[in-house]
Structure formats: structure tokens, C-alpha cells
């Protein structure tokens, strides 16, 4: 079978379903979730502000949601690496994050791109979703989402950034160095910044560390599955899309080295 057939949206479909799934879950005890909600709209203004004052060519502006998903399932696998550095309350922190993130993401794509999808896309992405958070629970549920985050989304990003890497791959760009600013600075400004405006508003305390939150605020630049898909509807010129995948994974690395650091620096410093 060839590698085509994976770099399709559709094969997102049940990518889509989990998130529905995780926001039927998360509604269960929305006071927990509301910090880092509002921490995530943060997080997706900031960084499309940045993309579009850094790219004034409507052509390219139009793409500005590519910069504005979050992978949870990046995130995790970076965390998981890191093991005891990480504590409990920042993934929690980050996945209630991630699946505010992901269904303003949904938004935007119906929104803006609704006459762009074809309808086997408008199934797979905005049904799936709706599916999902419609059953909330499914037959096997860790083994569907390992099948998920360790299957499906590794190969549409593999199938998507493969052919960049292999033939196209720029490592600088104005268009690919916009978005690595864009995810890296708009994430951590927006993230941490909402952040402390919801804590201090509305009087609820942060469950994480500054230090804590402003790691999990670079990590929150790691986003691949969704932000692919959102290229290939914003361009059709190869060019930009080799520029724009490459950007993409370069933040993605830049996001998780900076996030990594963060913690292991302030967990050294702290046991001094």
C-alpha cells in the first residue's frame, strides 16, 4: 500500500472520535477544566497574532490555525521521556489544555474550512467528533486509544512529513521560521499569560508551578496531526507546504527540548 493513502485526512477519523470522547469526559467536571480552557484560548490567539503580523502576504496569511493545535499525544510521549520530572498535575493540566485545544481547533476548521472539506472529510473530522462525544465510552477503551495515539496519528504525520524530509525539507524559511516563532513565543506568552489572568480573577489557585506551567506552555508548541491537515487546506503550492512541514516539525523539537529543559533545570535547582 503506498504511503499516499496515509497522508489523507480521512484517516484522522478516529483521531477525531477520541477527541469527542475526551470532551464528553472532561464536561464531567468542567470546574477543573476551566483554567486550563481559558489557558488554551491563550494559546491559540497569541500564536495567530504573531503568524499573521510576521506574514503580510495574504497567499500565506490565510494559514494562520495551522499554528494554533496542540498534540497531546507529542506532549505525552516527551513526558512519559521525561518520567518522575513530570508531575501529575501538569498532565492533567496539559490534557484538559489539549482537548480545549483541540475542540476550538474543530471550531475553527468547520468554520473557516467548511467549504474547502470534502464530505468523506466533514465525516471524518467534524462527525467523528460528534460521534464520539455523543457515545463518550467505547468497547476497550486503552486499546483504541493506543491504536490512536500510537498507530494512526505516527503514520498521516509520518506520510505528511516523510516526503518533506526526504526531498523537500528547508531548515530556513520565512514562512517555516514564522511558524516556529509563532507556536513557540505565541504559545508560551498565551498559555502562561491567560493563565494567571484566569488565577487571579477568578481567585482559583494554580495546581502547578510557575515553572511548571511555563514548561508545560513550550510543550503545548508541539502540534503535527491537526496542523498538517490544516496546511494541505490552506496551500496548494508544494513549496509552501515543504516550508510549512518543516517548520512544524522544527517546532515541534525546538518546542520539546525547550519545554524538557525547563523541568530538568528547575527540578536540579530545586533539590539543591
Known sequence: ????????SQILAPFFFLIGMQLRNETTHIKQVLLPSFAAVGGMIFPALIFISLNSDSEISTGWPLVMPTDIALV????????????????????????????????????????ALKISEVFASIGA?????????????????????????????????????????????TLGNSIIFSRLLGKVIGITLFALIFSKIFKQQLTIKNSELLAGASFAGMGLAVSLMIANLSYDSEILLNQVKSGLLLAAIISGLVGSLILIITKRTNAK
Do not use: C, Q
Open 1 to 8: 500500500m503506498k504511503l499516499d493513502f496515509f497522508s489523507h
Open 129 to 173: 467528533v460528534l460521534l464520539g462525544a455523543a457515545l463518550g465510552k467505547v468497547p476497550f477503551e486503552r486499546i483504541f486509544i493506543n491504536f490512536v495515539n500510537l498507530l494512526v496519528l505516527p503514520l498521516y504525520v509520518f506520510a505528511n512529513i516523510y516526503p518533506t524530509i526526504t526531498e523537500g525539507f528547508e531548515f530556513n524559511s
Open 76 to 115: 505525552m510521549l516527551v513526558l512519559l521521556t521525561l518520567g518522575k520530572r513530570v508531575s501529575v498535575e501538569l498532565k492533567t493540566f496539559l490534557l484538559a489544555l489539549a482537548v480545549a485545544d483541540d475542540l476550538l481547533s474543530i471550531l475553527v476548521l468547520a468554520g473557516k474550512y467548511s467549504g
